[in-house]
T-cell receptor, first 112, second 115 residues
Framework: SAVISQKPSRDICQRGTSLTIQCQVDSQVTMMFWYRQQPGQSLTLIAT?????????ESGFVIDKFPISRPNLTFSTLTVSNMSPEDSSIYLC?????????FGPGTRLTVT | AQSVTQLDSHVSVSEGTPVLLRCNYS??????LFWYVQHPNKGLQLLLK??????LVKGINGFEAEFKKSETSFHLTKPSAHMSDAAEYFC?????????????FGAGTRLFVKA
C-alpha cells in the first residue's frame, strides 16, 4: 500500500492568484495522478505525471492553467493558476498500486 | 474506450433493508473494477476490488459486488443497510490499454438511509 499526504489540506484564495498543492508519497512510484472533484461531482482526471517527463493532460485541462512538477519518485506539485471561483474544488493526488489506486486526503480549495 | 455508468444518481433505503447500487462498464481490455465510498467531508475509501480472480468480491463493512462479464455489470450490494452507510459511492474501472494506465470514475450514487 501507499500512504499519501497533501499540503495544504484546505485553503481560501482570492481570484487571480495561484496556489501550489504538494503531494508526498511514502514509497517510490512511477506514475502520479491529479484529480479534481467539483462540488457534488465525481472525480475527473486532470493529468498524469511521470518522473522526468512532461505531464500528460486530459482533454479540457492545459499546462498553463495547471502546471505540474514531478522532481522525483515520491513527490509532485499541482499549481492552480489565475484562479476563478469555478476552480473551487477538491484536488486529489493519487498513485497506482499493484491492483488499485491510492488517494491522498485531498486539498479543499475555495476561491472567492 | 473505457466508460462507467452508475445507473442511479441517488438511492434511498430504510435501515435494515438491502442495498443495491448499480454499475455498468465498458472496457476494451481486461479491466479491474472497484467501489469507493466517500463520506461527507472525508477522503475516498476503497470498499472492494475485482482484479480477475473470484467474480464475487467481498469488501469491508458487509458490502460485496459481483462481476458479470456477460452483462458488463459490477453491482454493489449489502444485505442490511446501516445509518453509517449513508455516503457517496463511486464505481471505478481501470485498465492498461494502448494509451497507458487509465482510471475512470462513475458519476457517483448518493445513498440515503432512513431510520
Amino acid at each position: 500500500s501507499a500512504v499519501i499526504s497533501q499540503k495544504p489540506s484546505r485553503d481560501i484564495c482570492q481570484r487571480g492568484t495561484s496556489l501550489t498543492i504538494q503531494c508526498q508519497v511514502d514509497s517510490q512510484v512511477t506514475m502520479m495522478f491529479w484529480y479534481r472533484q467539483q462540488p457534488g461531482q465525481s472525480l475527473t482526471l486532470i493529468a498524469t505525471a511521470n518522473q522526468g517527463s512532461e505531464a500528460t493532460y486530459e482533454s479540457g485541462f492545459v499546462i498553463d492553467k495547471f502546471p505540474i512538477s514531478r522532481p522525483n519518485l515520491t513527490f509532485s506539485t499541482l499549481t492552480v493558476s489565475n484562479m476563478s471561483p469555478e476552480d473551487s474544488s477538491i484536488y486529489l493526488c493519487s498513485v497506482e498500486g499493484t491492483y488499485e489506486q491510492y488517494f491522498g486526503p485531498g486539498t479543499r480549495l475555495t476561491v472567492t | 474506450a473505457q466508460s462507467v455508468t452508475q445507473l442511479d444518481s441517488h438511492v434511498s433505503v430504510s435501515e435494515g433493508t438491502p442495498v443495491l447500487l448499480r454499475c455498468n462498464y465498458s472496457s476494451s481490455y481486461s479491466p479491474s473494477l472497484f467501489w469507493y465510498v466517500q463520506h461527507p467531508n472525508k477522503g475516498l475509501q476503497l470498499l472492494l476490488k475485482y482484479t480477475s480472480a473470484a467474480t464475487l468480491v467481498k469488501g469491508i463493512n458487509g458490502f460485496e459486488a459481483e462481476f458479470k462479464k456477460s452483462e458488463t455489470s459490477f453491482h454493489l450490494t449489502k444485505p442490511s443497510a446501516h445509518m453509517s452507510d449513508a455516503a457517496e459511492y463511486f464505481c471505478v474501472v481501470s485498465d492498461q490499454g494502448t494509451g497507458g494506465f487509465k482510471t475512470i470514475f462513475g458519476a457517483g450514487t448518493r445513498l440515503f438511509v432512513k431510520a
